[in-house]
């Protein structure tokens, strides 16, 4: 079947979304009704859904449960409310966040003058039906400053809370919405909207793209679903309800006659329902059991970067390595290697954790995987206890790396404002006491310092519960060091990052374990998160004659100042016309710094 003469393709799009959402478990609002449930200022959360969720709220005392009293419901939905007067909104909607992960504690009166501290959850994380889903239509609200009304097009409700903004868009460019999410987070416009979001999206018919707050255009994403293929997804589709919407009424009855003999969306391929990337998007993060997992282990708040949240290959690299680290036992032995002393071989692996390797390409975000895990592991009932041992290869790495994990607030605000110094191992003296110490949840270091570590009598750690997180694992993990570092802790569940193709993929193996994700350069360009490599091949001559340096002196060298062609002049006249190697590395250094300078850098191009 063609694709449907549908009057409007936003009206369209919107439809098709509805539908899918309602299939997936969404309660549809009517707008008479979502007004309805609007009431109370300042008209973001649903106030009839929050009370009914929170109704619904039981604690435990002395052995009994007990519903929350009205007067402990008041109390949530006052700290709920938040002080609009700050004007602080993105530390507003990082404490709405905290909020939804930790919950809000509250004062019960039991009899017998008891008074009990309850720790209330706004969403509960573990139970999908213990919560509310619903997803209202064309919301609209006043701008803060002056008489504009805006509207939101697709808004998701989670307990009464506005936690996913929709908009939409007419065709593949998604740059006119994307602005619109930008210009309502404004003071003047309704940013007391977004306080509450957590996830923004863009649809249109055939794509989707995601950010969160703040989120400047050039990193919104798009979401490649890997657990739920394109047959899954269009079953969904398939078997979604019609609902009876405004713009659906409005269509002539042939019309509506197609598009209920097509299913929720008029489009097919000739083999069944056609599903866009907008629909994989909508499944793969609105699906509600996928929101409850997403929302509080893929959101974090950077003290530099702000609000970020997960890509597609970050979440399910995560969710792959977590499962990965909660296998134990004699079959996660790794591999001895050739070309190693016996008495360098790794002993009493028998029930080490197991681990493995995450191959992402350069540039697509490897160390806020590494700290996303992190956090994962922390909210894990299971890995919770798991001490983390970070290991690079140099001083700058590990510097960057403890201040990316300090930033994110991997773990907690005053390690934060510690700027992760404190959990780096100075000297190997110094690594010998904190992994014999089993004290510190996390520590940095530098895999030579394992070497004189190994001497002392402190440095041993046989627990299987450490995790050692090892970046640019393709360097330096080749011979002793690396077995030394093994030697020391025993049982460790090593996790290798690596941004460069393996070459030999049982080497990777024997070292490590096997590839538990891979986020290929194919990939990290088809979804525009690195830039496309290119090269050009530029030999320096190796034999200089007087007209050949005087026509490249003459082309090449005309912008430099005369402190600059002096100092190439003495490069370039050297005793000998042959160049020697420190001779041929300046003149290369000279010809990259030229050709950068006049081909990309004046003309703007935007290339590194």
């Not at 994403?221 to 398939?238: N, P, V």
């Not at 309800?241 to 009855?253: A, V, Y």
């Not at 374990?513 to 891979?518: D, E, K, S, T, Y």
């Amino acid at each position: 079947m063609p694709d449907l003469p549908l009057p409007t393709e936003v009206g369209a799009t919107r439809f098709s979304a509805l539908n899918l959402l309602h299939t997936l478990g969404w309660q549809y609002l009517p707008p008479e009704l979502c007004q309805q449930k609007q009431a109370g200022a300042p008209g973001v959360v649903l106030q009839a859904s929050l009370l009914e969720s929170l109704r619904q709220r039981q604690f435990q005392y002395d052995g009994q449960w007990h519903y929350l009293s009205p007067h402990a419901i008041e109390q949530v939905v006052r700290e709920l409310a938040f002080n609009w007067q700050t004007g602080n909104w993105s530390q507003l909607n990082k404490q709405c966040h905290e909020m939804l992960c930790a919950g809000i504690t509250v004062t019960e009166y039991l009899p017998g003058d008891v008074r009990h501290k309850v720790t209330v959850p706004i969403i509960d994380w573990q139970q999908r039906k213990a919560n509310l889903f619903e997803v209202a239509e064309s919301v609209r609200l006043p701008a803060r400053h002056g008489v504009a009304q805006r509207e939101i097009d697709l808004v998701c409700y989670v307990n009464g809370l506005p936690l996913c903004l929709i908009l939409l868009q007419e065709n593949d460019s998604p740059g006119s919405a994307i602005a619109r999410h930008l210009q309502y987070q404004q003071a003047d416009e309704i940013p007391h909207l977004y306080v509450y979001a957590q996830l923004l999206l863009v649809l249109d018919r055939h794509q989707g793209w995601l950010a969160t707050n703040q989120t400047r255009e050039k990193f919104w994403t798009h979401w490649r679903e890997e657990e739920w293929g394109s047959e899954y997804c269009a079953r969904l589709k398939q078997s979604a309800t019609l609902l009876e919407n405004d713009w659906f009424r409005q269509l002539p009855m042939g019309l509506k006659r197609q598009i209920k003999q097509a299913g929720a969306w008029g489009q097919t391929d000739g083999h069944g329902m056609r599903v866009s990337a907008a629909d994989q998007m909508l499944i793969g993060l609105l699906s509600p059991a996928r929101l409850l997992e997403f929302l509080p282990a893929y959101i974090l708040f950077d003290s530099r970067n702000g609000k970020l949240v997960a890509r597609s290959h970050q979440f399910f690299a995560v969710r792959t390595v977590l499962a990965r680290l909660q296998q134990c036992g004699e079959g996660n032995r790794p591999g001895s290697r050739p070309g190693v002393r016996q008495n360098e071989q790794v002993s009493e692996r028998t029930g080490a954790r197991a681990g493995g390797v995450v191959w992402h390409t350069t540039g697509s975000g490897k160390s806020l995987t590494m700290v996303l895990l992190i956090n994962g592991l922390r909210r894990h009932p299971q890995l919770a206890a798991c001490r983390i041992v970070v290991v690079s290869d140099r001083l700058d790495l590990e510097d960057q790396l403890s201040k990316k994990f300090a930033q994110s607030g991997a773990f907690g605000d005053v390690w934060r404002k510690a700027g992760g110094a404190g959990s780096r191992a100075h000297s190997a003296h110094d690594l010998a006491r904190r992994i014999g110490s089993h004290g510190e949840q996390i520590i940095f270091t530098l895999l030579h310092k394992f070497n004189d570590a190994l001497l002392l009598a402190q440095c041993q750690n046989p627990s299987d519960k450490v995790i050692v997180l090892i970046d640019e694992a393709h360097r330096s993990h080749g011979g002793q060091l690396h077995q030394r570092m093994r030697r020391v802790l025993k049982r460790a569940a090593l996790v290798a990052f690596t941004g460069t193709p393996l070459l030999r993929q049982e080497k990777t193996v024997s070292q490590f374990g096997p590839i538990l994700h891979a986020y290929t350069m194919q990939h990290a360009l088809q979804d525009k998160l690195v830039a496309p490599l290119l090269y050009e091949e530029r030999v320096p001559e190796l034999r200089l004659d007087g007209g050949l340096l005087a026509s490249w002196y003459e082309s090449d060298a005309s912008e430099l100042d005369a402190r600059q062609k002096a100092r190439l002049r003495q490069v370039l006249t050297s005793k000998s016309r042959v160049l020697q190697a420190s001779a041929r590395i300046e003149m290369i250094a000279w010809d990259i710094a030229l050709h950068f300078h006049g081909t990309i850098k004046q003309a703007g191009s935007g290339l590194k």
